[in-house]
C-alpha cells in the first residue's frame, strides 16, 4: 500500500514525534508514505472562523494536489483531518457555491477537483484488516497490561456524517482496540471524546485549563496511568494546561505506543514530551 | 421590556443562512446543543438561544456577544442536534459578521489569535508557530502569559526559530485571494 502523507504545520513543529512515530510505524508494516508535495496549511479553526470560503478553499488546494499524486491522503491531526473531509463534503454537495470554488480552483490548479481520492486518518488506516493483520503479526513487545486512557477529543469523530470512520462515534473503538492488540489495558471512561478546548488554548488559558482538568479527573478516576491521542492539538493541550495539584499524567500519541510495542526505539519521540513519561515506563519495565 | 414585543425578522435568519449554509428555522429549541456544549459554563448566549436570536433577527445581542468567540468549533451540538444545526458555523458567520461591522470583539484574545494565525498562513502558506505566538503577544500584550511554557517547548525543539514555508506562493495566493472576492 503507498499512500500520500500530509502531516499538517504542527507535525512540522509542536509534535514532531507524532510524525516520527507515525513515519516509523507505517515503515514497519511497509505501507509506503509520501510526503504530499508543497502542501499548503489547511487553515484549522482560525481558517473557518474568519473566512468561510477560505475554510474551503485552502483544503481543496491540499485535495487538488493529493488527487494529482493519485493514492489516497493519511492525516494523522484531528483539525487537518476534520476540515478536509469538510471540504470533500462541501464539494459533494454541488452547491452554486461548490462549483464556483471549484471552476476557479481548475482555473488556478490546473487540474480539476475529481473527489477520487480518500482521506484518512491514521487510527482509520491501522484498524483495517488488513494492516490491523500485519500489525498483529508484528507486535514483539506486549505492554504488560499498563492502563490506558484512549482519548479522541472532538474533531476525529465529529459530526459523524462528515469526519468519522468509527462504527458509533459516540463511543469510539478502534483505538482501544489497537491498545489491546500492544497489551496494554484499554480503560473504559467517560470523556473519550469530550472536547478538550484546543483551539482556545492561547487566547482562554483559564477555560482550558479547566476543560483538560476534567478529562484528566476522569481518565485518573477510570485507573488510567497515562492517556494516549492521536491529535497533535489535543496532544499539546493535555500536556500543557494540567495544572500542578497532582502528578500530572503523561499524554502519548498512539503511534508512540505502537513504536514501543513493535520494537522500534522510541526514546526520541519520548525525549521531546513536556511531561516526562519515562518514570512511568520504567515502572512497567518498558523503558 | 413590558409592553414591547419582538416581532421576528427573517432578515437576518436568510443572511444568516446565504452566510452559513444553516437553516436556522428548523430548530425547535430542544436544547439538546447547549446541553453537550463543553464551554456552555463559560457562555453569556447558551447555543440555543445564538439559534433562536438568529430566529427573532436580534443581531445587536448576538454581535455583541462573548459566545461567538467562545466557541470551541468543537461541533458536538451539530453531531448531536435532531435537525443537523451547526452552531459553530452560524457562531463562523456572526464572528464575520461583527469583524465586518466593525464591532470591537467581547473576547478581543480569540479575535486575536485567529487574525495572527491567519496572517502567519498568508505570508508562508504554512503557519510559523513561534512567529504567529510572537504576533499574538505584541497584539494582546499578553508577553508574560505562557512564558515558562514557551520556554519549556523552545528547549524541546517543539518551537522551531526557523521553518519552511511553501513554493508555488502565486498558486497558494490565488486561491486565497479568490477566496476573499467570494465573500464581498
Ligand atoms: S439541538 Fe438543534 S434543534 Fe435542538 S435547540 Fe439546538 S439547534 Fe435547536
Ligand atoms: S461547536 Fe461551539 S456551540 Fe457547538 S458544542 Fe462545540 S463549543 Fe458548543
Known amino acids: 500500500m503507498k499512500l500520500s502523507y500530509y502531516p499538517g504545520c504542527s507535525l512540522h513543529a509542536t509534535s514532531a514525534e507524532y510524525s516520527a512515530s507515525t513515519e516509523g510505524v507505517f515503515k514497519a508494516l511497509e505501507v509506503e508514505l509520501e510526503e504530499l508535495n508543497d502542501w499548503s496549511c489547511c487553515g484549522a479553526t482560525s481558517g473557518h472562523s474568519l473566512d468561510s470560503n477560505l475554510s474551503h478553499a485552502l483544503p481543496l488546494y491540499n485535495l487538488i494536489l493529493a488527487e494529482a499524486a493519485g493514492n489516497d491522503l493519511l492525516v494523522p491531526c484531528a483539525a487537518c483531518y476534520n476540515t478536509l473531509r469538510t471540504t470533500q463534503n462541501f464539494m459533494a454537495t454541488a452547491s452554486r457555491e461548490a462549483k464556483e470554488l471549484g471552476q476557479r480552483a481548475k482555473e488556478i490548479m490546473g487540474r480539476e477537483y475529481r473527489g477520487t481520492i480518500k482521506v484518512r486518518h491514521v487510527i482509520e488506516v491501522l484498524a483495517e484488516p488488513g494492516v490491523f493483520t500485519a500489525l498483529e503479526r508484528k507486535v514483539t513487545k506486549k505492554l504488560g497490561g499498563i492502563p490506558l486512557a484512549s482519548y479522541y477529543g472532538c474533531l476525529l469523530t465529529r459530526p459523524p456524517k462528515v469526519a468519522s470512520f468509527e462504527a458509533n462515534p459516540e463511543q469510539p473503538r478502534l483505538m482501544d482496540r489497537l491498545l489491546t492488540l500492544c497489551g496494554a489495558t484499554a480503560v473504559s471512561w467517560s470523556h473519550k471524546n469530550e472536547c478538550c478546548g484546543a483551539s482556545l488554548s492561547i487566547p482562554q488559558p483559564k477555560l482550558v485549563e479547566e476543560l483538560v482538568g476534567k478529562i484528566v479527573e476522569a481518565a485518573r478516576y477510570a485507573g488510567a496511568k497515562a492517556i494516549v491521542t492521536a491529535c497533535p492539538l489535543c496532544h499539546t493541550n493535555l500536556e500543557s494546561r494540567q495544572t500542578k495539584d497532582e502528578e500530572p499524567l503523561p499524554v502519548f500519541f498512539i503511534t508512540e505506543i505502537l513504536g514501543l510495542s513493535l520494537g522500534l526505539d522510541p526514546t526520541p519521540w519520548l525525549k521531546k514530551h513536556l511531561i516526562d513519561p519515562f518514570p512511568l515506563l520504567r515502572q512497567y519495565g518498558l523503558a | ?184
Not at chain 2, 20 to 49: E, F
Not at chain 2, 130 to 156: C, E, I, N, S, V
Open chain 2, 1 to 184: 421590556m413590558a409592553g414591547q414585543q419582538t416581532i421576528p425578522s427573517q432578515e437576518l435568519a436568510a443572511e444568516v443562512a446565504a452566510g452559513s449554509g444553516q437553516i436556522v428555522n428548523r430548530c425547535y429549541q430542544c436544547h439538546k446543543c447547549t446541553a453537550g456544549c463543553p464551554v456552555a459554563m463559560a457562555m453569556d448566549l447558551m447555543p440555543h438561544q445564538v439559534v433562536r436570536y438568529v430566529q427573532l433577527g436580534l443581531e445587536e445581542e448576538l454581535i455583541k456577544s462573548k459566545t461567538i468567540w467562545q466557541c470551541a468549533a468543537c461541533r458536538t451540538c451539530v453531531s448531536r442536534c435532531p435537525n443537523g444545526i451547526d452552531i459553530a458555523a452560524i457562531n463562523d458567520a456572526l464572528k464575520q459578521r461583527a469583524l465586518a461591522r466593525g464591532a470591537v470583539p467581547a473576547l478581543p484574545e480569540v479575535a486575536a489569535f485567529h487574525q495572527a494565525f491567519l496572517a502567519s498562513v498568508k505570508s508562508r502558506g504554512r503557519v510559523h508557530e513561534l512567529g504567529m505566538l510572537a504576533a499574538y503577544k505584541l497584539k494582546t500584550r499578553t508577553y508574560l502569559q505562557d512564558a515558562p511554557l514557551g520556554f519549556k517547548m523552545l528547549r524541546r525543539g517543539k518551537l522551531p526559530i526557523f521553518s519552511g514555508g511553501i513554493k508555488n506562493k502565486g498558486r497558494f495566493r490565488a486561491m486565497w485571494e479568490g477566496s476573499k472576492e467570494e465573500r464581498r
